[in-house]
C-alpha cells in the first residue's frame, strides 16, 4: 500500500488499533509482553486489512504525531478561567476517534496552575482544588504564603575537609 491511505482504510485501520487494547493501553495486564504485542496483536491487524506489520506501526506513529499535537494545543486552551469558545477545537479529522480512547493514556505532564503562576503536576489536582477552596474561604483581604519549599542539594567543594587532611598527612 502507498504511503497515502484513503480515509476508509485510515477509519479501519484505527478502529482495528482500537480493538487491540495491549497494544495501546498500559493498564492492559500483558501491554509489556513485547512478544504478545508483536506476534499476536499486531498480526491480528495485519490480517484483518492485508497490510505488513512494519507499514501500520509506521502508519500508527505518522497518525500518532498530529494527535498529540493537538491534544496538547486543546489542553493548553483549556486553562483556567477558559471559556467554552476559547477552547481549541481541532479540525484533523481522526482527531475526535483517536482522542476517544487515547485521551487517558496521553496526559499533559503538566499543569499550570494561572491563580499562583505556577507549574504542579496533575497528581496534585486534588490538592489544587483544596488549596483553592481554603483561599476562597479565607479573609479577602490576606495575603497568600506563596514561599515554595525546594530542596537544597549541597555540591561538593574542591577542596573537600577529608581530602584537606590526607593531603597534610
Not at 504478545?36 to 496483536?41: H, L
Request: proline share 5%; charged share 30%; net charge positive.
Amino acid at each position: 500500500m502507498s504511503t497515502t491511505w484513503p480515509h476508509s482504510e485510515i477509519l479501519k485501520f484505527l478502529q482495528c488499533y482500537r480493538a487491540e487494547t495491549i497494544i495501546w493501553n498500559p493498564k492492559n495486564k500483558n501491554h509489556k509482553d513485547k512478544n504478545k504485542v508483536s506476534s499476536d496483536a499486531w498480526n491480528r491487524i495485519s490480517t484483518n486489512m492485508g497490510i505488513s506489520v512494519d507499514e501500520l506501526k509506521k502508519k500508527k506513529e505518522i497518525l500518532m504525531t498530529p494527535f498529540r499535537t493537538n491534544l496538547k494545543k486543546k489542553k493548553e486552551s483549556m486553562r483556567s478561567g477558559a471559556r467554552l469558545e476559547d477552547i481549541y477545537t481541532p479540525s484533523w479529522p481522526f482527531f475526535d476517534i483517536m482522542e476517544g480512547f487515547l485521551k487517558d493514556v496521553y496526559k499533559c505532564k503538566s499543569i499550570i496552575n494561572t491563580d499562583r503562576g505556577a507549574s504542579t503536576s496533575l497528581d496534585d489536582e486534588d490538592s489544587i482544588m483544596s488549596q483553592n477552596e481554603n483561599i476562597e474561604n479565607e479573609d479577602p483581604n490576606a495575603t497568600v504564603n506563596s514561599e515554595i519549599n525546594i530542596p537544597v542539594v549541597r555540591r561538593r567543594s574542591r577542596n573537600p575537609s577529608e581530602l584537606q587532611e590526607v593531603v597534610k598527612k
